[in-house]
Every structure is written in C-alpha cells, then in structure tokens.
C-alpha cells in the first residue's frame, strides 16, 4: 500500500495510543508514536510531519503547548486534539490556538478516518494549488517566448510537435539562454499543464541528499530518517519534472533515473519495493552529454533515453535580432515590478546593446535593463543609464554580423527601423517621417526585413 502520509500520535495513555496508532498503520499512514508533549517536541525538532493526533490533558506539556509548537517549528504541519472533557470553551480554544480540528474521546474510529483522510487530502489539494498559482504568475511560459528569428521559430514549432507527446526531452544550451523557459512552454502546451511542473537544479542538491530529495526514502533508511519522506518524483505525479543541469547528476543516481524512465518506477531509500510514478521528464544541460558519455563521465544508455527529443537553444549573440524583442518585453515586466514607465531604450543605448557579447545570455541582459531602469529617470533608457561595462564591451567586440557588408546594412536597417516603431508605438506613418522615407517605402522594408 502507498504512503498516505505521516502522522505523529501523542497520548500518554498507552492504550488509546497504541490503538490508534494501529489503525492509522493498517491505513496506510506512516505513523510515529509519542508518550507524551516532550518526546513529541523532540521529535518535531528533528522531523516534519503531515499530521499531529495529540491528546489535550498530558503532564509537563499538553496539547494546546504542544500545538503552539508545532505553530512555532512546522507551521505546515495539521494538528487535530483529541479530549475526553469536551466543552465548547475547549474547542473554541483549540481552534482559536490553530488547530484545524478537534475529537471527542473515546474515540470513533471511522470518524478519526474520515476527518484524517479530509485533513490530508485537502493539505494535498492547498499544495497543487499553491504550484499551480506559481504556474500562472509565473514569467516563464510559452507566451515569454520572445523573438521572431528563425531560430526562435524552429524551435516554438518544436515545441508545439512535442508537447502533445509523453517522450523525455533533452534541451541542450549555455547558462543563461532560458532552458527553463522552454521547458515551461512543453508542459503549458502538453496535456499535464493543469498538473504540477516541479524544477530540480540538479546541480544545486547535496550529492548526499539528492537521492532522497528526487526519490524519497523511508523511515529509518538512515541516521535521522525517523519518518518516510515522499520524493520530487513522487510529489509530481501526473505532472512534469525538470532535472536542470542534468550533467551534474552522480553517476550512481544515473541509474535510478534510468529506471524511472523505463520502467515508470522508483525505488526510496531503503525501500524493499519500487513505486510506480507518472511523470513526464524534461532535461537540460549545457554540458556536451554525448561527449561526457564517450568520455565515461555520463551514462550513454541514459543519453540516449533522455535525448529522444532534443531542443537545442542558440546562444543571444548568435539571434541578435531577437535583442529589441527581449529588451521591450524586459522593460514592461519591470516597468511592472518596479512601478516605473519606461518606453523603452534609446537608440544610441540600441546600438550599444546589441553590440555586447552577452556571455551570460538573456539572464545577463535581464541584469543589465533591471539596472537601467534604477538608475534611469526619463521616459527613455540611454547610455548614460546602462552599466559601464556595457559601453566598454560594446566598444571592444563590435557586431557579429559578419564580414559581408549587405549582411551588416540590413542587420542595422532592421534593427533602427524596429527600434524608431518602437518609439512611435506603431504609428508607421509618424515612423516614416522620422525615417525620412515615404510610407509605403516603410511597408516594403518592414516587409523585406521581416519586421
């Protein structure tokens, strides 16, 4: 039987304890027993648990002390007290102190449950809603897609072919260029996107925890396992999980990834028996995995099962024309966040911009328009507004346009033409004007130019 969840009794009552205790187990809840408020708060400075079942009279510390710690150490956890001198002084009390409810001893225990059952279920349902509220405020999904090059039309057409699908998928690109972004945009267009999409840095993790973090451990697997702990695997279940920086994975975990992979299954810390998991699975890396594989520092069989479908995004210097794109939809999420009102960015800072070399990718000029906008206090972001580095890398790189110079004229045409649009918001006849050239001049190169 699957873990329903754990749950901690105190009651110093060695019967009633032990009863109850038992039935929640024949349940299936992964029950921890307290003889009393003070084992209970050692306990609870050394684990999590869903649920606490404590009794309200018991010696030293009793149950509304024991609930205000639990308030003070796991404000996640639900609390239900348990009385044999029930009153509506005492009830009200117990819920006015936090807890979420309160039984009438002795005790029913179909009643009991009932209300743990409904407990558990609608923590589980404040969880899902809690990620899925992320999900929708969140700035990453398909809609944050930004660009109109043809690298960023491959792969928006990429993403729409794989979505519907369940294969894994493997994105593959430098630090900084939104990996994440696009795997955000394969769950939104997938049929899980009403379910949860969990990000693991795989990378970020302890080696010496990572194990139990993706797949979860029972109690006492280790030293301090003194309550089964459900895995990321697990807790997506019927959703996506993304293994970002992929590349960082322990060559022992590489295997029980493959597992899960193959066989729909993992296997806890310390558990005798797999469980079963429906998750979809997005990877990403910017590492070579196939020369990582040939080198023996990753696994071939599992590159190959996670690169059924592989997406790779180009590098921001390789996809300038994306730049006035980002740098529009950057200055209105910060003109939101920060409660400003740019319009935008000059074209003297334009130019300068997309000059840099951008090494850090969209996350370096994300840095860069958030410290404009700081410093900035016109309508328009200048030169004078952007970090020094940026004048002084502008100056040393130069375009990456190329040696041809028809390829240079149309790449400055582009982007002045796109940035005075901007600035008329649209306004093409106002556009011309400034531009010098008639309308319908501006129509066949907005044409001509793919604007």
Same mark, same amino acid.
């Given at each position: *039987?699957?873990?329903?969840?754990? =749950?901690?009794?105190?009651?110093?009552?060695?019967?009633?304890?032990?009863?109850?205790?038992? #039935?929640?187990?024949?349940?299936?809840?992964?029950?921890?027993?307290?003889?009393?408020?003070?084992?209970?708060?050692?306990?609870?400075?050394?684990?999590?648990?869903? @649920?606490?079942?404590?009794?309200?009279? *018991?010696?030293? $510390?009793?149950?509304?002390?024991?609930?205000?710690?639990?308030?003070?150490?796991?404000?996640?956890? @639900?609390?239900?007290?348990?009385?044999?001198?029930?009153? #509506?002084?005492?009830?009200?009390?117990?819920?006015?102190?936090?807890?979420?409810?309160?039984?009438?001893?002795?005790?029913?225990?179909?009643?009991? @449950?009932?209300?743990?059952?409904?407990?558990?279920?609608?923590?589980?349902?404040?969880?899902?809603?809690?990620?899925?509220?992320?999900?929708?405020?969140?700035?990453?999904?398909?809609?944050?897609?930004?660009?109109?090059?043809?690298?960023?039309?491959? $792969?928006?057409?990429?993403?729409?072919?794989?979505?519907?699908?369940?294969?894994?998928?493997?994105?593959?690109?430098?630090?900084?260029? +939104?990996?994440?972004?696009?795997?955000?945009?394969?769950?939104?267009?997938?049929?899980?996107?009403?379910?949860?999409?969990?990000?693991?840095?795989?990378?970020?993790?302890?080696?010496?925890?990572?194990?139990?973090?993706?797949?979860?451990?029972?109690?006492?697997?280790?030293?301090?396992?003194?309550?089964?702990? !459900?895995?990321?695997?697990?807790?997506?279940?019927?959703?996506?999980?993304?293994?970002?920086?992929?590349?960082? %994975?322990? /060559?022992?975990?590489?295997?029980? %990834?493959?597992?899960?992979?193959?066989?729909?299954?993992?296997?806890? #810390?310390?558990?005798?028996?797999?469980?079963?998991?429906?998750?979809?699975? &997005?990877?990403?890396?910017?590492?070579?995995?196939?020369?990582?594989?040939?080198?023996?520092?990753?696994?071939?069989?599992?590159?190959?099962?996670?690169? =059924?479908?592989?997406?790779?995004?180009?590098? %921001?210097?390789?996809?300038?024309?994306?730049?006035?794109?980002?740098? !529009?939809?950057?200055?209105?999420?910060?003109?939101? !966040? /920060?409660?400003?009102?740019?319009?935008?960015?000059?074209?003297?800072? /334009?130019?300068?911009?997309?000059?840099?070399?951008?090494? +850090?990718?969209?996350?370096?000029?994300?840095?860069? &328009?958030?410290?404009? *906008?700081?410093?900035?206090?016109?309508?328009?972001?200048?030169?004078?507004?952007?970090?020094?580095?940026?004048?002084?890398?502008?100056?040393?790189?130069?375009?990456?346009?190329?040696?041809?110079?028809?390829?240079? &004229?149309?790449?400055?045409?582009? +982007?002045?033409?796109?940035?005075?649009?901007?600035?008329?918001?649209?306004?093409?006849?106002?556009?011309?004007?400034?531009?010098?050239?008639?309308?319908?001049?501006?129509?066949?190169?907005?044409?001509?130019?793919?604007?």
């Amino acid at each position: *039987m699957a873990m329903r969840g754990s =749950v901690l009794v105190v009651d110093d009552e060695a019967a009633s304890r032990e009863s109850l205790a038992d #039935v929640l187990t024949d349940e299936g809840y992964d029950v921890t027993r307290a003889v009393d408020g003070k084992e209970a708060s050692v306990l609870l400075q050394n684990a999590e648990f869903d @649920l606490v079942l404590t009794d309200l009279r *018991m010696p030293e $510390i009793d149950g509304v002390m024991l609930l205000r710690e639990v308030r003070r150490l796991c404000p996640q956890t @639900l609390v239900i007290l348990m009385t044999a001198y029930a009153s #509506v002084e005492t009830a009200v009390e117990a819920l006015r102190q936090g807890a979420h409810d309160y039984m009438i001893k002795p005790l029913v225990y179909d009643d009991v @449950l009932a209300k743990v059952g409904r407990l558990l279920e609608r923590r589980e349902l404040a969880w899902q809603i809690q990620y899925l509220r992320r999900e929708v405020e969140s700035r990453y999904d398909i809609e944050n897609l930004i660009g109109e090059s043809k690298a960023m039309r491959n $792969i928006m057409a990429m993403i729409a072919k794989v979505a519907p699908t369940i294969s894994t998928v493997l994105i593959t690109g430098e630090s900084g260029v +939104g990996k994440e972004v696009v795997a955000r945009g394969i769950h939104r267009e997938s049929e899980r996107r009403d379910k949860i999409f969990l990000p693991v840095n795989c990378g970020a993790i302890p080696e010496t925890l990572l194990e139990s973090q993706l797949f979860g451990h029972v109690k006492g697997a280790f030293t301090g396992a003194i309550t089964s702990h !459900e895995g990321l695997f697990h807790r997506a279940r019927g959703g996506t999980i993304f293994l970002d920086e992929i590349g960082e %994975l322990p /060559m022992s975990l590489q295997v029980k %990834l493959l597992r899960a992979i193959e066989e729909k299954e993992i296997l806890p #810390v310390g558990a005798a028996s797999p469980i079963k998991v429906d998750v979809r699975i &997005i990877a990403a890396t910017n590492r070579d995995l196939e020369k990582c594989a040939g080198e023996g520092t990753f696994r071939e069989d599992l590159y190959y099962r996670l690169n =059924v479908f592989g997406i790779e995004i180009p590098a %921001l210097r390789d996809r300038r024309e994306d730049i006035p794109a980002l740098i !529009e939809f950057l200055v209105r999420r910060h003109n939101v !966040e /920060m409660n400003r009102h740019f319009k935008g960015v000059d074209n003297t800072a /334009m130019k300068a911009l997309l000059r840099m070399p951008w090494r +850090g990718n969209i996350r370096e000029l994300d840095n860069v &328009i958030e410290h404009a *906008m700081i410093v900035g206090s016109g309508d328009w972001i200048t030169t004078a507004d952007l970090p020094d580095r940026v004048a002084a890398a502008s100056a040393a790189e130069g375009l990456f346009v190329g040696d041809e110079l028809k390829g240079a &004229i149309r790449f400055y045409e582009r +982007g002045h033409i796109a940035n005075v649009l901007q600035r008329c918001e649209g306004d093409k006849r106002k556009a011309a004007d400034l531009l010098g050239i008639s309308l319908s001049s501006l129509y066949r190169k907005i044409e001509d130019l793919d604007l």
